[in-house]
């Protein structure tokens, strides 16, 4: 068998690496993880004590009712500001706990 001499780019390489299912799914949370204050505010941030992707879904954990019953009623924003900062359309459901 006859080897090739591949050349990629690193943006083409990364991209080859990235396209394994529970690599994406890794890089997702990890960028919604670092970014959550950033997108939803300090005090939202402050008390989200969980938060992980599963099946495309966002699952959160608060320990404050008044912020878990907030985001709650505004799902639809969550979902479109965490697919804007992520760059794709990753998330389609957020479930509150």
């Known amino acids: 068998m006859k080897k090739t001499n591949h050349l990629f780019t690193i943006s083409e ?3 080859l690496i990235t396209k394994d299912k529970r690599m994406t799914k890794g890089l997702t949370e ?9 997108m939803m505010g300090k ?5 989200t004590t969980l938060l992980y992707v599963k099946d495309r879904i966002l699952y959160l954990y608060f320990n404050s009712s008044v912020i878990k019953n907030e985001v709650n009623l505004s799902k639809h924003k969550v979902i479109e500001i965490v697919n804007e900062t992520i760059g794709e359309s990753t998330i389609t459901d957020v479930i509150v706990k």
């Open 30 to 38: 990890s960028v919604i993880k670092e970014k959550w204050a950033e």
């Open 13 to 15: 390489a990364l991209d």
């Open 43 to 47: 005090t939202i941030a402050e008390h």
